[in-house]
């Protein structure tokens, strides 16, 4: 007979109620709890609990507990319920379905009534449709009762949550699963950082496989080593592995991109990078400064045609002595000249080093101020 067919409100005594043992169940807050109350207290049932009738003549309670509870303490000794003609299957789906709708029950809870429903011959497409998920979500949660009892333990009190099931399951045995929520567990990881150590291991073991290592397989890496995996990760660009507070992810144009690519080939990491631009401009600007600091050569001369003072190292005299010697006239055009080119091609060079290190800091500020700024939502 249908589930609903013989449906009616009545008036059940609280006595005659019978909660089963194993049922899926939501969760409240105290203040939830209190708000409940009152309402009660004022208004009564808005909402009447649900309950299957037995042969004995006593009732289940399929879904309400927590008002029936409330009723209780507030003194009731009757409350109004929908009482349904349901077999043990179609109880306990609308047990779940009455349940998981609220999205606050205990996971093991729910994991035991699908598999109660399951046993009771309901199949994984109408336990689907009961609960309005996906049969893959139906798998999941059936899953769980396949587990250690220290992780469904972990589940009933908080500890894991779905989502560390759910990125366990994507690794290729029991072995490596186990191993990954032994971590989770110990490191207290959420379920952002478990999904990146799942995603390392699982190129780490297509590595292996691409290079059809035989033999026994490496085991999988032990607590010690996990924490290791998760604090750090490789740059795409330089290809070291850093703290991962220190990879950042953004969206670059082919320019920008072309652009780090280069000097991180040319220059080396960075960092690296970095220092030795830094270290051309202070060059740069410790050389300026000695010239301008070079007296004077008088009327007609210009700084930047000054020569360089040259001592020869026989008679101690310098080059600037021997200008009013008769040679010198014809020495120091052609000395000037030199002297012109190479401070020409040095000022050109160091003005190419400032424009490039000026670019490459903007990008850099640009970058960095992207990534530390929340995207919109």
């Known amino acids: 007979m249908n589930a609903m067919s013989a449906r009616r409100v009545e008036d059940i005594p609280i006595e005659l109620i019978d909660i089963p043992e194993k049922r899926a169940r939501s969760t409240f807050t105290p203040e939830q709890h209190e708000e409940l109350k009152a309402s009660i207290k004022n ?50 789906m609308l047990n779940v379905l009455a349940n998981t709708a609220r999205g606050t029950q205990n996971p093991m809870d729910v994991a035991e009534a699908l598999k109660r429903a399951l046993d009771a011959g309901a199949t994984e497409e109408e336990l689907a449709a009961a609960t309005g998920h996906t049969v893959q979500w139906v798998k999941i949660y059936l899953s769980l009762n396949e587990l250690p009892d220290e992780f469904k333990e972990a589940l009933r009190d908080g500890r894991l949550k779905i989502g560390h099931i759910r990125e366990a399951l994507r690794l290729p045995d029991g072995r490596e699963m186990a191993a990954a929520l032994d971590a989770a567990l110990s490191l207290g990881w959420d379920v952002k950082t478990m999904k990146y150590y799942v995603d ?46 220190q990879l950042y992810s953004t969206i670059l144009c082919r320019d920008c991109l072309t652009l780090l690519d280069y000097v991180v080939k040319q220059l080396g990491t960075g960092k690296d ?55 010198a006239g014809r020495e120091r055009p052609e000395l000037e000249e030199r002297v012109n080119r190479l401070e020409e091609a040095m000022s050109q060079l160091s003005e190419t080093v400032v424009r490039s290190h000026q670019v490459l800091l903007k990008k850099l500020e640009d970058l960095e101020r992207r990534v530390r700024t929340p995207s919109p939502g």
């Open 273 to 327: 990078a970095m220092a030795l631009i830094f270290e051309a401009v202070s060059a740069y600007v410790a050389r300026q400064k000695r010239l301008e600091e070079l007296p004077a050569l008088g009327p007609g001369v210009s700084e930047r045609s000054r020569p360089p003072v040259v001592r020869e190292p026989s008679s101690g005299t310098t080059l600037e002595a021997r200008a009013s010697s008769p040679s």
């Open 43 to 92: 208004y009564g049932f808005t909402v009447p609990i649900l309950v299957a009738r037995k042969p004995d003549g006593r009732y289940e309670l399929i879904d309400g507990e927590h008002r029936l509870k409330v009723a209780q303490e507030l003194g009731y000794e009757k409350v109004p319920a929908v009482v349904v003609e349901a077999d043990t299957k179609k109880a306990i």
């Open 200 to 245: 390392q291991r699982l190129t780490e073991l297509a590595e292996v496989a691409a290079k059809g290592m035989l033999g026994a397989p490496e085991p999988p890496p032990s607590i010690e080593e996990a924490a290791r995996m998760v604090s750090y990760g490789r740059c795409t660009h330089c290809g070291r592995n850093v703290p991962r507070d």
